[in-house]
């Protein structure tokens, strides 16, 4: 029984990009605050030897400004300007050099908070998310964190904190208007940076969730490549995926033409701040009141200012994309987790492994209930199989006992412990499942068997293997066990991969065993080879066996028949024949079917 399908759901909507963003960043840089003060302290080293500079110049070309200037040569001030200007590069650069660490680490403490917070959502999340969005998501997000924290600190600020500086200066050494044409022309630009860059972002952030949205309709489809060569739609899916990427091509052409209204406005802002600055110094110059090293000391500081300042637009606009990419990111940590452990949550102790399903219901969605007052009891190390007809329910039993939902009502108990009451690793620590689709890793053999215990020695892979009766197949390979499997498996059989999640559930050697129509996809020979193997591993174990065809729950210790999401015919496979109901009748036309070669 699968989940009600939903349409997929794109993430709530998010509001404007704001310092929100940047706060929660707050706690990953902190934990080398150490490093972030001493880089702060670099970054004003640097920006004060920066704007000493112009200052040197202005007094050696005083200086120099003389009859005799050979006899006044300020050799010292000369030495003074080159440190200076050494001094102001190799600041940034250590800077830089003692903030990397920083930056790396806050990366990566996001990065695994995301990651271990996906794993933590819902079955009902993943089987509706689409994988290469989210992967977009959280790689443009990681890396708009280290944008954001380069671009704050190390190129707003510093870049501030020198125009204020110099605006000071200009006021102490010259007059006010100095300061007041530099503000002013700051003011104006960071004006128009603002209110034209507002107006793009929209452009931007559509942009980047049509990429998103290609990106995962791309990938989606790669997934599906043997779906869709079985059906000829290869120019269907080129066509799907075309329709995102010409929205995609509109919005970023609207983006690009807004990015030129934008530079063109930043450039005249300046260009009459530095016109109106020059104009007012050479005034000075040709009146006296103002020194040939003044124009030049002015002039310099003009250079330094708005070359930093001619890149404030990118960097707002980095700024701007960086904290809608964050959001994104910081929008799946908010995704609620619908399954939580309590705080009061104890380990669950399995002594027996007796498993108990009592007045169970439940509902993926409200307005569509899957099981209605389901009661049965699994004794310790016997097997009870649950069959009826597909969506009758059967593979809810198994995803309700393995807690990736919880029940709407009723409880389910292991050696008398609410599941809901224990923690979720120790629960699925004491449960091994077989699936009907065994989905393996695209890596080795070894590593997908010794995936059901990492810790596992590699003597106990190879026994786990032996006793899935893979071994002499594995052997028989020319790479061995570092044969690779393929994306999801692909390059196994059905029965080789099935073998595989044998062996990786013996490795795990769990008290209680799930088989969820472990053979429903394997043809007849096949499958009867691996019954025999799961019969056989199913022994003094606690065992769900959910199952299709009745031929493999024979043996079974209770069979309960499923109608509807109840629980219509229980017993023995004898017993229910005997009662001549469902069971018998599924029985007969089963059998008729293998008469016939149909199954």
Same mark, same amino acid.
């Given at each position: 029984?699968?989940?009600?399908?939903?349409?997929?759901t794109?993430p709530p909507?998010?509001?404007?990009?704001?310092?929100r963003?940047?706060?929660?960043l707050?706690? =990953?840089l902190w934990?080398?605050?150490?490093?972030v003060?001493?880089a702060?302290?670099l970054?004003?080293?640097?920006?004060?030897?920066?704007?000493?500079?112009?200052?040197?110049?202005?007094?050696?070309?005083?200086a120099l400004?003389?009859p005799?200037?050979?006899?006044?040569?300020?050799?010292g001030?000369i030495l003074?300007? %080159?440190?200076?200007r050494?001094a102001s590069?190799?600041?940034?650069?250590?800077?830089?050099?003692v903030?990397?660490?920083?930056t790396q680490?806050?990366?990566?403490r996001?990065?695994m908070r995301?990651?271990?917070?996906?794993?933590?959502l819902?079955?009902?999340?993943?089987?509706?998310?689409?994988t290469?969005?989210?992967?977009?998501?959280?790689?443009?997000g990681?890396?708009?964190?280290?944008?954001?924290?380069?671009y704050?600190?190390?190129?707003?600020?510093?870049? !501030?904190?020198?125009?204020?500086? !110099?605006?000071?200066?200009?006021f102490?050494?010259?007059?006010?208007i100095?300061?007041?044409?530099?503000?002013a022309?700051l003011?104006?630009?960071?004006?128009?940076?603002?209110?034209?860059t507002e107006?793009r972002?929209?452009?931007?952030?559509?942009? #980047?969730t049509?990429?998103?949205q290609?990106?995962?309709?791309?990938i989606?489809?790669?997934?599906?490549?043997?779906?869709v060569?079985?059906?000829?739609n290869e120019? =269907?899916?080129a066509?799907r995926?075309?329709e995102?990427?010409?929205?995609?091509?509109?919005?970023s052409m609207?983006?690009?033409?807004?990015l030129?209204?934008? #530079?063109?406005a930043?450039?005249?802002v300046?260009?009459?701040g530095?016109t109106?600055?020059?104009?007012r $110094?050479a005034d000075?110059? !040709?009146? %006296?009141?103002?020194?040939?090293?003044?124009?030049?000391?002015?002039?310099a500081?003009?250079l330094?200012?708005?070359?930093?300042?001619g890149?404030l637009g990118v960097?707002?606009?980095?700024?701007?994309e960086?904290? $809608?990419?964050?959001?994104?990111?910081?929008?799946?940590?908010?995704r609620?987790?619908?399954?939580?452990?309590r705080?009061?949550?104890r380990v669950?102790?399995?002594?027996?492994?007796? !498993?108990k399903f009592?007045h169970?219901?439940?509902?993926?969605?409200?307005d569509?209930p899957?099981?209605?007052d389901v009661?049965?009891t699994?004794?310790?190390?016997k097997t009870?199989?649950?069959?009826?007809?597909s969506?009758?329910g059967?593979?809810t039993l198994a995803r &309700?006992?393995?807690?990736?939902?919880d029940v709407s009502a009723?409880?389910?108990t292991i050696d008398?412990?609410d599941i809901?009451?224990?923690?979720?690793d120790?629960?699925?620590?004491?449960?091994?499942?077989v699936?009907q689709?065994?989905?393996?890793? #695209?890596?080795?053999?070894? =590593?997908?068997?010794?995936y059901?215990?990492?810790g596992?020695?590699?003597?106990?892979?190879?026994e786990?293997a032996r006793?899935?009766?893979?071994?002499?197949?594995?052997?028989s390979?020319p790479? %061995?066990?570092?044969?690779?499997?393929?994306?999801r498996?692909?390059?196994l059989?059905?029965?080789?991969?099935?073998?595989?999640?044998?062996?990786?559930?013996?490795l795990?050697?769990?008290?209680? &065993?799930?088989?969820d129509e472990?053979?429903?996809?394997?043809?007849?020979k096949?499958e009867?080879?691996?019954?025999a193997?799961?019969l056989?591993?199913a022994?003094?174990?606690?065992?769900?066996?959910i199952?299709h065809?009745?031929?493999?729950?024979?043996?079974?210790?209770?069979?309960?028949?499923?109608?509807?999401?109840r629980?219509?015919e229980?017993?023995?496979h004898?017993?229910?024949?005997?009662?001549?109901?469902?069971?018998?009748?599924m029985?007969?036309?089963q059998?008729q079917?293998?008469?016939?070669?149909e199954?």
């Amino acid at each position: 029984m699968h989940p009600a399908v939903h349409a997929h759901t794109e993430p709530p909507p998010l509001g404007e990009p704001s310092l929100r963003s940047i706060s929660r960043l707050f706690p =990953y840089l902190w934990e080398f605050r150490g490093r972030v003060l001493f880089a702060m302290a670099l970054l004003v080293g640097a920006k004060l030897a920066s704007v000493a500079v112009p200052l040197v110049l202005k007094d050696i070309i005083d200086a120099l400004d003389k009859p005799r200037p050979e006899l006044v040569l300020p050799l010292g001030l000369i030495l003074a300007y %080159g440190f200076l200007r050494f001094a102001s590069t190799t600041f940034a650069d250590l800077r830089d050099i003692v903030f990397a660490k920083v930056t790396q680490r806050a990366m990566r403490r996001i990065s695994m908070r995301v990651f271990d917070h996906l794993h933590a959502l819902s079955l009902r999340f993943h089987l509706e998310r689409q994988t290469g969005g989210i992967t977009r998501d959280i790689e443009r997000g990681a890396k708009a964190v280290s944008s954001l924290v380069g671009y704050l600190l190390f190129r707003i600020t510093p870049t !501030v904190l020198e125009i204020l500086m !110099v605006a000071v200066i200009l006021f102490v050494k010259l007059d006010w208007i100095f300061s007041l044409i530099t503000l002013a022309t700051l003011a104006a630009y960071i004006g128009f940076t603002v209110t034209i860059t507002e107006w793009r972002t929209q452009f931007v952030r559509r942009a #980047n969730t049509l990429d998103s949205q290609a990106y995962g309709r791309a990938i989606d489809s790669l997934l599906n490549y043997e779906t869709v060569k079985y059906f000829g739609n290869e120019r =269907y899916e080129a066509r799907r995926y075309d329709e995102r990427l010409a929205e995609w091509e509109d919005m970023s052409m609207k983006s690009q033409r807004s990015l030129g209204y934008l #530079n063109a406005a930043q450039a005249g802002v300046i260009a009459i701040g530095v016109t109106l600055m020059v104009l007012r $110094a050479a005034d000075g110059v !040709v009146e %006296g009141t103002l020194t040939l090293g003044d124009l030049v000391m002015v002039n310099a500081f003009l250079l330094q200012m708005f070359q930093p300042l001619g890149f404030l637009g990118v960097m707002y606009r980095q700024i701007k994309e960086s904290l $809608a990419d964050v959001e994104r990111m910081f929008a799946l940590l908010k995704r609620p987790r619908e399954i939580e452990d309590r705080p009061d949550a104890r380990v669950l102790d399995v002594v027996a492994g007796e !498993v108990k399903f009592d007045h169970v219901s439940f509902a993926y969605n409200p307005d569509r209930p899957i099981l209605h007052d389901v009661s049965f009891t699994i004794p310790p190390g016997k097997t009870v199989a649950v069959v009826g007809a597909s969506g009758a329910g059967k593979s809810t039993l198994a995803r &309700l006992l393995f807690r990736f939902y919880d029940v709407s009502a009723g409880s389910i108990t292991i050696d008398g412990q609410d599941i809901r009451h224990v923690t979720q690793d120790s629960l699925r620590a004491a449960i091994g499942v077989v699936p009907q689709d065994t989905v393996l890793f #695209n890596d080795s053999i070894y =590593y997908n068997i010794a995936y059901g215990r990492p810790g596992a020695t590699r003597e106990e892979v190879v026994e786990a293997a032996r006793a899935a009766h893979i071994l002499h197949f594995i052997e028989s390979l020319p790479q %061995g066990w570092d044969t690779i499997v393929g994306e999801r498996g692909l390059k196994l059989s059905g029965g080789e991969k099935q073998r595989v999640a044998i062996a990786r559930t013996l490795l795990k050697n769990p008290a209680i &065993l799930i088989l969820d129509e472990a053979t429903s996809a394997l043809d007849t020979k096949t499958e009867k080879a691996i019954q025999a193997e799961l019969l056989e591993i199913a022994k003094s174990r606690t065992t769900l066996i959910i199952a299709h065809r009745l031929s493999t729950v024979v043996e079974a210790d209770e069979i309960l028949v499923m109608e509807g999401g109840r629980i219509v015919e229980r017993g023995r496979h004898p017993e229910l024949l005997a009662k001549n109901g469902v069971y018998a009748h599924m029985w007969a036309l089963q059998q008729q079917q293998a008469e016939t070669g149909e199954v």
